[in-house]
């Protein structure tokens, strides 16, 4: 069973037992309730009196330590049961409730879960805002928090109430879009650069007009798409920067 190699530091700590009675389907995430950086994190879980570890952690500034390896049980979320199927991982926070976390931890995080349902073989993770649907693991469930098994606030509001927008992003990591046309499927979406003809074209957050404004771009600017999606007869684009969608249906041309 291998580690994450987006671990750049590394503590192993002595609170554990030695290899797991369950095999990883489950992935818990906690959060420090402080800002601390993944050596100091480290340094507390190495502490034979802090009786405490996580598989991983991530700091604010989004770099990932390792205190357990895979293969064996950290004690963190106050259930063997749990921490015996399930990678935890404990991501810096602000202090105080709700807890929130960097725009920097969040990414390390996607990326950081998603490496770990590939080499451990979960294709899906299913997240429920049902206590007991998580802890049985039904419907295939497989996301639990600290707050399950015990009286603590863990992960905080923060990370709690994105949970199934993680469950969101990991799987269209581990499970990318296709298109299906005349019941045949497609590859994911081949991307193609555009030149602007309009003299100002918005930026929308989403695809279609009654999503909110998000700066614009302008005549014969060129922009690569990612994804399309159409809305009242409008194609609309979704740009490779990341800033939102652009109408394309008579206000671009594609270039080569």
């Not at 992935?27 to 420090?32: L, P």
């Not at 990932?64 to 106050?78: M, N, Q």
């Not at 349902?117 to 039904?138: E, P």
């Amino acid at each position: 069973m291998s580690n994450s190699s987006l671990a750049t530091y590394k503590n192993i700590s002595p609170n554990k037992t030695v290899g797991r009675n369950h095999a990883i389907d489950t992935i818990t995430i906690h959060c420090m309730a402080g800002n601390l950086s993944i050596e100091t994190c480290g340094n507390l879980f190495a502490k034979t009196s802090t009786k405490a570890s996580s598989n991983y952690g991530i700091g604010s500034d989004g770099r990932i330590g390792l205190y357990v390896d895979e293969k064996d049980r950290s004690w963190a979320t106050s259930s063997s049961v749990n921490d015996n199927r399930a990678v935890t991982i404990e991501v810096a926070s602000e202090s105080k409730s709700p807890y929130k976390v960097t725009d920097k931890a969040y990414k390390a995080l996607i990326k950081l879960v998603a490496d770990i349902c590939k080499r451990n073989g979960i294709k899906k993770l299913v997240w429920s805002t049902d206590k007991a649907t998580r802890i049985n693991h039904l419907n295939g469930a497989n996301m639990t928090v600290h707050r399950d098994y015990a009286n603590k606030a863990c992960p905080g509001d923060y990370l709690y109430n994105l949970h199934g927008q993680i469950a969101k992003e990991v799987n269209e990591i581990l499970n990318p879009k296709t298109t299906t046309t005349n019941s045949k499927t497609k590859t994911t979406f081949k991307s193609y650069k555009v030149k602007i003809t309009a003299s100002v074209l918005n930026i929308r957050k989403g695809a279609g007009t009654k999503y909110g404004k998000n700066g614009s771009v302008k005549k014969n600017e060129v922009y690569t798409i990612v994804e399309e999606k159409k809305v009242d007869s409008i194609t609309w684009g979704k740009l490779k920067s990341g800033a939102g969608w652009i109408a394309l249906t008579g206000y671009t041309e594609k270039v080569k």
